[in-house]
């Protein structure tokens, strides 16, 4: 079946620095879609950005990220980290075939840690 | 604005007790979901619905039962709650490629 790795289960990092964090899949589905999201404490999970076009990069919010089929990758980038950005965020895949098969397989999520 | 609304917020139910968390969308959205989070393995799918009166198992299904009388509502039903299902729980309608999150359930099972 699908799934979704996320290595990195806590990124620590100074405000301003560089964000990525590592999404990698595994599905049979040429036309899957790749997500993340981002879950602020106390909120729901909520839609960060999402591609299923090979090469294009996708932003939103200061954030970006580029879906490669070649490598099975959906790494999310922010250029700087800003304090408000402590959350935790996760990679997730979908068929998107719809009837029984339409489902979102996540990740294990990453917390993102942003300190002063 | 998708509008998924989870009942109970929060809750303590006992070992061996029978619970039922409640989810309702008000935007017609065919495919219901409800999702656990814990620690360490994130968000995982229990059980899923895309038509009333038929439901799914998801990925982790043993231990709970799920219902869709209608388009709008979706309950998880633990018929003998355990330690192990203290977790937070998530519904989620999905339309056109994304989910939509309720505000979650905290369930502690003592």
């Known amino acids: 079946g699908d799934s979704v790795t996320q290595k990195e289960g806590l990124v620590t990092l100074t405000e301003g620095l560089p964000v990525m964090l590592n999404c990698t899949y595994q599905t049979i589905y040429s036309n899957a879609f790749l997500f993340w999201y981002v879950h602020y404490l106390n909120e729901s999970p909520r839609l960060l950005l999402k591609?299923?076009?090979?090469?294009k990069r996708t932003e939103h919010q200061g954030f970006h990220a580029t879906l490669h089929k070649s490598s099975s990758s959906f790494h999310l980038q922010k250029s700087s980290a800003q304090l408000s950005d402590s959350a935790l965020y996760y990679c997730?895949?979908?068929?998107?075939?719809?009837?029984?098969?339409?489902?979102?397989?996540f990740g294990k999520g990453t917390k993102l840690s942003v300190k002063s | 604005e998708a509008a998924v609304t989870q009942s109970p917020r929060s809750k303590v139910a006992v070992t061996g007790g029978k619970v039922t968390l409640s989810c309702h969308q008000t935007n017609n959205h065919d495919y219901m979901y409800w999702y656990r989070q814990d620690t360490g393995h994130g968000l995982r799918l229990i059980h899923y619905?895309?038509?009333?009166?038929?439901?799914e198992k998801g990925d982790i299904p043993d231990g709970y039962k799920a219902s869709r009388p209608s388009q709008e509502n979706f309950s998880l039903i633990l018929e003998l709650a355990s330690l192990s299902q203290t977790a937070v729980y998530f519904c989620a309608s999905w339309w056109d490629t994304e989910v939509f999150f309720g505000k979650g359930t905290r369930l502690t099972v003592v």
């Open positions: 619905s895309y038509v009333a009166d038929s439901t």
């Open positions: 997730a895949l979908s068929d998107h075939s719809g009837g029984s098969n339409a489902k979102l397989t």
């Open positions: 591609s299923s076009t090979d090469n």
